[in-house]
């Protein structure tokens, strides 16, 4: 596990330069939308945990594209046990199906009961609910900024975990990262508030357009 401060910095210069590609930014809207859709459930698993449920939304569009029907850990069906990391996880039957599977993945990342949701302890968490592996390999996570300018060519490197432990240098991630769609999400929902991620609303919306 890496240290948080070992890492911080990064994160907050990233988030000052994020930039939507321009190609990538109706799609960044449209999936913070259908995240918006899903508060109602998130919100459940808020509750038993201290998670903000927008947290838990963009994990889940990560790892499944928003289907209710799968275990926030890693995208597998909740009616079976998981057979990938983390392995060995449910099944989730039931109308909480969906929450009981959250709650446990995300205690399971240690991040029940966390009162600390700055921006760059955000990224942080985020980025380490799929792996922090692509410090090693001198890439932005795609998982935190897939469709901006942080992320693949021509501005930075390209590069994906294609599977559990195997990285292709030369795929590019075609899936929006988590920090992509959390800056489209403030623009639309004013009670996403991150500690830190101020001065103002003006900074955010400057780096919502799309680079040039």
């Not at 922090?132 to 897939?146: D, F, M, Q, R």
Request: a neutral charge; charged letters at 25%.
């Amino acid at each position: 596990m890496p240290s948080f401060q070992e890492y911080r910095n990064a994160y907050e210069r990233n988030w000052a330069d994020l930039r939507i590609r321009p190609s990538r930014l109706q799609a960044a809207r449209d999936r913070a939308e259908r995240l918006l859709n899903g508060k109602p459930i998130y919100l459940e698993v808020e509750k038993p945990t201290g998670v903000p449920w927008w947290f838990v939304g963009l994990c889940h569009y990560r790892e499944s594209n928003f289907n209710f029907s799968t275990y926030l850990g890693n995208g597998q069906p909740l009616s079976r046990r998981t057979t990938i990391v983390p392995a060995g996880r449910g099944p989730f039957t039931g109308p909480n199906a969906f929450a009981d599977g959250a709650v446990d993945a995300l205690r399971l990342q240690g991040f029940g009961g966390a009162s600390d949701w700055e921006l760059a302890r955000v990224l942080f968490r985020l980025e380490g609910f799929n792996g922090y592996g692509y410090h090693a390999k001198g890439v932005n996570s795609p998982y935190l900024y897939g469709g901006s300018t942080l992320y693949g060519p021509p501005e930075a490197r390209a590069g994906k975990y294609v599977r559990d432990h195997v990285f292709d240098p030369d795929v590019v991630d075609p899936q929006l990262g988590t920090a992509v769609i959390l800056k489209a999400l403030m623009e639309i929902d004013a009670s996403v508030e991150v500690d830190g991620s101020s001065p103002t609303r003006s900074r955010q919306d400057a780096n919502l357009r799309p680079s040039a």
